[in-house]
């Protein structure tokens, strides 16, 4: 076998050092810029929530649940006379409790129990509102809840809002862009996250009234529908 001569070496060298390819200059990264921006809506509620239940007190834990009992049974009657559909009527809430008597150096001492039964409500004509409370008073309720005023069908208000959000944050990023000298590409990402929750209900201690006293006022006023997103700008 013939061996290469020096000559032969030298240009199989050559050949392999123009062949290497040549390292690829790194680019600079694409500057991105990221924005939250809110987006809101304001529209008249449609529908009210409400929650009202009966609190019984007595010396045995059946005594509280049969009084309870009979007094529900009546809050659940002014209901149904009410108007209030069966779909938007739902028990939430159901507990037996004992109840103590606590004293300095002594014991807790056991003095009955507490019984509590709640129903939730939906009312859908909101003029109703007050006069529904008043009934549920009337016929035994001694605690309410509420009442918290949403939007049933809220999906076009909350697009609403979205289109408000994207408008917002793409004005925001090109001043943003404009301040720094470039300008706004493309978007590369929109995320979405939950919006302004709507007021919780206050409490209402419930107490019977005379036959000629005023109904119950109640002021739907207007619901805010909120939307925050957070978009990704890619600038140039």
């Known amino acids: 076998m013939r061996k290469p001569t020096n000559a032969g070496i030298w240009a199989a060298m050559l050949v392999a050092v123009v062949l290497t390819p040549v390292a690829a200059r790194a680019e600079p990264a694409t500057p991105t810029l990221t924005v939250t921006a809110e987006g809101k809506v304001a529209r008249a509620p449609d529908i009210a929530e409400v929650s009202g239940g009966v609190v019984t007190q007595a010396p045995t834990a059946a005594a509280a649940m049969v009084a309870n009992a009979r007094q529900m049974t009546d809050v659940v009657a002014a209901i149904r006379r009410a108007g209030v559909a069966d779909r938007d009527v739902?028990?939430?809430?159901?507990?037996?409790?004992p109840q103590y008597r606590y004293e300095n150096n002594q014991p807790p001492l056991l003095t009955g129990y507490q019984a509590t039964n709640t129903v939730s409500?939906?009312?859908?004509?909101?003029?109703?509102?007050?006069?529904?409370?008043?009934?549920?008073?009337?016929?035994?309720?001694?605690?309410?809840?509420g009442?918290?005023?949403?939007?049933?069908?809220?999906?076009?208000?909350?697009?609403?809002?979205?289109t408000a959000a994207v408008r917002t944050a793409r004005a925001r990023a090109e001043l943003y862009a404009a301040a720094a000298g470039l300008h706004v590409r493309r978007i590369v990402s929109i995320s979405e996250s939950g919006g302004t929750p709507e007021p919780r209900p206050m409490m209402i201690r419930a107490m019977m009234k005379?036959?000629?006293?005023?109904?119950?006022?109640?002021?739907?006023?207007?619901?805010?529908?909120?939307?925050?997103?957070?978009?990704?700008f890619e600038l140039q």
Do not use: H
Not at 90 to 97: E, P, R, Y
Not at 134 to 141: F, K, P, S
Not at 219 to 227: I, N, R
């Open 210 to 232: 005379s036959a000629d006293s005023a109904e119950t006022p109640v002021a739907p006023g207007e619901v805010t529908l909120a939307v925050n997103v957070t978009i990704v």
């Open 90 to 97: 739902q028990t939430s809430g159901l507990s037996l409790q």
């Open 147 to 162: 009442p918290s005023f949403r939007i049933d069908a809220a999906d076009a208000a909350l697009d609403e809002a979205r």
């Open 121 to 145: 409500l939906r009312i859908r004509r909101l003029p109703d509102t007050g006069r529904l409370l008043d009934a549920l008073v009337a016929a035994g309720a001694n605690q309410l809840n």
